[in-house]
């Protein structure tokens, strides 16, 4: 496969850390499970892990997060939960990955928190990435690929698939409407290290996709 091709050429000397953004059921696990097998049958050292979670006590807070009523917690309390389990993510499972020079492919950053919390929730922003700064390490991703997804499409496919994790789900459709305008829009503030994919396309189309991104972002980072 290409990507085989690209890498095998070099070798890789600083892990890189990648993110898969979106709304809901835009497929960000399913495409990172398609990655994921692809750089094992490559025996490229990588990690999957996603947010919130990532870690035991990350699991826990995403209990907490994601199962309940929509109006359970305050905003800036449900913020800190991230970033709690966030600041434990990064301590105990990305930093030293990444420090082992593996890839990181995580299912959703600090970007959902500014877009969630902040450009829809109406959190201050400054204070977003002032404790994102402060107490995450100033962390952000090498590579962010954001999986654009109409809502009605994405909730449909998410539908079919849920479970009791539906916090957020609940919330009516103008919100899922915003999150992916504000994704747009954090998208383009950030166009050094994001690559937009269509991911109304076949599951297989946007993987072939995705995999021109990575090729043309590892030919120039390696
Ligand atoms: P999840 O079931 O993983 O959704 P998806 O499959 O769409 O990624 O739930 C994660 C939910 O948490 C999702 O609705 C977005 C939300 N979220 C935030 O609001 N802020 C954050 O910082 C993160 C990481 C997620």
């Known amino acids: 496969m290409y990507i085989k091709n690209l890498l095998s050429k070099k070798v890789i000397e600083k892990g890189i850390f990648i993110t898969f953004e979106g709304g809901e059921g835009s497929g960000k696990s399913t495409q990172i499970s398609f990655l ?14 996603r947010e919130p979670g990532g870690t035991e006590t990350g699991e826990q807070i995403r209990k907490i997060l994601l199962q309940g009523k929509i109006d359970k917690l305050d905003p800036y309390s449900e913020f800190l939960c991230f970033a709690a389990s966030r600041r434990e993510h990064l301590k105990k499972i ?44 100033k962390k952000y991703p090498d590579l962010t690929l954001l999986l654009d997804v109409r809502p009605k499409i994405g909730l449909t496919r998410k539908n079919k698939i849920t479970l009791d994790e539906n916090r957020f789900e609940n919330f ?26 269509n991911a109304e396309n ?21």
Not at 103 to 126: A, P, W
Not at 180 to 197: E, G, P, S, V
Not at 211 to 219: N, R, V, W
């Open 36 to 49: 994921s097998k692809l750089l094992t049958e490559q025996n490229i050292p990588h990690i999957i892990t």
């Open 172 to 197: 009516k459709g103008k919100f899922h409407e915003l999150v992916q305008k504000k994704f747009l829009d954090l998208a383009l503030r950030h166009n050094n290290r994001y690559r937009i994919i």
């Open 202 to 222: 076949n599951k297989e189309f946007i993987f072939n996709e995705i995999i021109d991104h990575l090729k043309h972002f590892f030919s120039g980072n390696l």
């Open 94 to 137: 990305i930093l030293p990955a990444l420090s082992e020079n593996k890839i990181v492919l995580c299912d959703r950053f600090v970007d959902s928190s500014i877009v969630y919390q902040g450009m829809v929730g109406g959190l201050n922003e400054d204070i977003i990435l002032k404790v994102h700064d402060d107490f995450c390490y």
